[in-house]
């Protein structure tokens, strides 16, 4: 396999491996059925934030538009799961998720911002995965489909990254983000033995 083209993506540590595109590429099946998954755990984390702070109005109005278009994605990969014969059903998480929520403090305000950040970290590495989805997938159909939502994905780190702003010093957001890409880079040192759009 070629290596891959695309550079380091604004706020992550490091480039996703060829290993994951492989593994990627060669489970399609799997990688849609987690797709879908992650669109409606993405759409759930903007609305855990906007009923944790509903006073923080920013944060509702910027966040109540991503929740709406994560539903929109959410609804477009069942469709091409519809076109593949592939049947909603359950999944095992890979340990990513887990781990980055892992490192979210408990106390306010460091809790708004680490979870501001490991948003938009996620958001981020799900941009890079989608447009390396769209570069290399066999099927020119949903490589197109890919390649059509990283500007989404991109727009959403980037909301995510700006609320933390409208919040916090520029300096202790800086901080806190070295510390927390660091610790996302070292997660996916080790590819998870099964498909995952964060494995």
Known sequence: MESATMGKINLLVSATSEDW??????????????????????AGVALNL?????????????????????????????????????PLAPLNSPPYGAKLKAQIRHQE???LLDSLLISALIEA????????????CPDPDLGKFYRGLMA????HYGIYWLLAADYFERTVI??????????????LTTLHPEPRIHS
Request: charged share 30%; net charge negative; proline share 2%.
């Open 50 to 86: 906007m009923f944790r702070y509903p006073s923080y109005a920013s944060l509702v109005r910027k966040l109540t538009a991503i929740a709406q278009e994560e539903l929109e994605h959410f609804e477009q990969v069942n469709q091409w799961l519809d076109k593949w014969g592939i």
């Open 109 to 111: 305000p460091d809790r």
């Open 174 to 187: 800086e901080q806190r983000l070295e510390t927390l890409a660091a610790i996302e880079s070292e997660i």
């Open 125 to 136: 590495r799900s941009h890079e995965r989608l447009g390396l989805l769209g570069e290399y």
């Open 152 to 155: 989404s994905e991109a727009r």
């Open 21 to 42: 595109i492989e593994q990627a590429i060669n489970n399609l099946g799997i990688i849609l059925l987690d797709h879908s998954h992650c669109e409606r755990k993405a």
